[in-house]
């Protein structure tokens, strides 16, 4: 029953964003009419904001998308385009609420977003050197990524996030080579309802079931993960 159900949860996803990369495109334009995203465009804004006051992007991300490896600054070189375009839009509406990203998703157009996600999309994930990492905290963050937790009712992390964690496009995340601060914020925002625009609420649900040493162990294991950039 619960494989059906994230099954169904990852079809929603799956439709709803095959709809928006049909559909989305600036405000007022037909299907037919509307650019497509320019990368190009997404570099420059990365590199030197708007006119509309939005900072470049490479302030806190790097032109190359790498972050810095804070909980505040994710790795988004070569994730899915389209999860990063959600994820800009979520902040410019609030379903997805930071004090940072907020403001600077409102002040960029959709076009912009859309520009965006196809520059930091088409980037290749340039893998760190792997961290050092304790040998028992990576072997049960590898069983909790692989097998979940099933007396919890927790699926494997890779069911839906694809082998390793590489991600699945349109609009499933890379885990693998995501900092481990962030990814373990990202788990305990959603635990505590402040991160909420998950479909679903599939991983308000999950972290719900997983304790302090889970999401450790499973950020951790993550981070260490080189299968290189999403499909």
């Known amino acids: 029953m619960r494989r059906a159900w994230f099954a169904a949860a990852l079809a929603a996803l799956a439709a709803g964003a095959a709809l928006a990369q049909t559909a989305s495109g600036p405000a007022g334009g037909s299907a037919s009419a509307r650019a497509a995203p320019d990368a190009e465009r997404g570099r420059r804004i990365v590199e030197n904001g708007t006119s509309s006051g939005a900072v470049p992007c490479a302030q806190c991300h790097g032109v190359d998308g790498s972050g810095v490896g804070s909980d505040a600054f994710p790795r988004i070189d070569g994730q899915p385009a389209f999860y990063i375009f959600k994820q800009l839009n979520d902040y410019a509406s609030g379903a997805r609420d930071n004090p940072i990203m907020g403001p ?33 905290l990576s072997r049960t963050g590898r069983v909790i990524a692989t097998m979940g937790i099933p007396e919890r009712g ?17 609009a499933t995340p890379r885990l693998a080579g995501q900092w481990a601060s962030y990814t373990r914020a990202q788990l305990d925002a959603f635990r505590q309802g402040t991160r909420n625009n998950d479909v679903a609420a599939v991983m308000r649900d999950l972290s719900r079931r997983m304790n302090e040493g889970d999401m450790a162990a499973a950020s951790a294991y993550f981070e260490a993960q080189r299968p290189g950039r999403a499909p």
Not at 124 to 134: C, E, G, H, L, N
Not at 156 to 161: E, I
């Open 154 to 170: 927790v699926q494997g992390c890779v069911n839906c996030h694809g082998p390793d964690g590489a991600g699945i496009a349109p």
């Open 104 to 136: 600077i998703a409102q002040s960029l157009s959709e076009t912009e977003r859309q520009d965006l996600a196809a520059y930091f999309g088409s980037l290749p994930f340039v893998a760190s050197p792997p961290p050092t990492s304790d040998p028992q």
